[in-house]
Structures are given as structure tokens and as C-alpha cells.
């Protein structure tokens, strides 16, 4: 997100729970509702495919190294969430962890990366693997990479 985005509205899950969620999580700086069922918990904000307003929504998340990484489980639901396409159509996107506000980048893994990051994200929620057998769609995981800090001109 940009100095000018910043600025601008966010509009939360219109999920009563998540709604709810986000607000604690914000208010405490995600120390109630950094985690969520003992599973780690970031806010992330998209901006919407077509409104172009700027969204938020709480999710469990697991790590690959420097990368975060979020599950479009949407419950095992045969299509995909709002904020997958969100992305899928603008990967910047921002995400909160804590006291942190982290711009980065999103995208989709496929092929070894995939098979490689599914069971991670099995590991921290298992309940993904039900949700996998639920629905004929493959479930996506994203990997969000922080943006390039930008470095400050020479003088």
C-alpha cells in the first residue's frame, strides 16, 4: 500500500465475528486476536476487484522463512474467497502481525511449491486437510513476500 492508501478507508469483513475480530485485534495490536483457536492470526488488507476499496479480514497464517503464508480455504466452500480474488487481481497488498504493518506482495504457489507449503499450513491448521476433501476446487495457499524497504537517496 502506498503513503496515499494509508490514508484511506478500510472497510472490515462485513462477518459479524470477523468484523468483531479485526476490531480487538486492531484496538490491541493483535494481542487479543493474534491468535485465533491457539493458531496464529494477521489482518489483511486487499483492495476490492471491483469497488476499489480498500478490505480487511482476519486470517490464520503459518511462515516459510521470511514469507507469510495464508490458506483460501473459504471453508471448504466450492469458490474461492473475496480476498483470494482481491489479490488475484492486485497482489499488494498489507498485512498486520501484532504491532507490525508489513506491505507486501502476494501470490499464488503452484507445482512443487504447493506440495511443498500444503502440509505447513495442514500442520498449523489441520482442518485444512477436511476442507481439501470437501470441495473439487484446489485449495490455493499464498505466499505474501514483504516489499523492498525503499532506500533512502544518497546524499
Request: charge should be positive; proline fraction near 6%; avoid cysteine.
Amino acid at each position: 500500500m502506498t503513503t496515499h492508501e494509508q490514508h484511506e478507508t478500510v472497510e472490515d469483513s462485513p462477518v459479524g465475528w470477523v468484523a468483531s475480530h479485526i476490531r480487538r485485534y486492531v484496538r490491541t495490536n493483535g494481542a487479543d486476536g493474534g491468535t485465533f483457536h491457539g493458531v496464529p492470526s494477521l489482518l489483511l488488507t486487499t483492495r476490492g476487484r471491483r469497488s476499489g476499496t480498500l478490505r480487511r479480514t482476519a486470517l490464520m497464517y503459518g511462515r516459510d522463512g521470511d514469507n507469510y503464508l495464508l490458506v483460501a480455504s473459504n471453508g471448504g466452500a466450492a469458490k474461492h474467497p473475496a480476498w483470494y480474488l482481491n489479490l488475484s487481481a492486485d497482489p499488494a497488498v498489507e498485512i498486520q502481525v501484532g504491532a507490525e504493518r508489513i506491505t507486501g506482495r502476494a501470490r499464488t504457489a503452484t507445482g512443487e511449491e504447493r506440495v511443498r507449503l500444503w502440509p505447513v499450513m495442514t500442520k498449523v491448521f489441520p482442518t485444512y486437510a477436511r476442507y481439501e476433501k470437501e470441495t473439487d476446487r484446489e485449495i490455493p495457499v499464498v505466499v505474501i513476500e514483504r516489499a523492498p524497504r525503499e532506500e533512502s537517496p544518497a546524499n
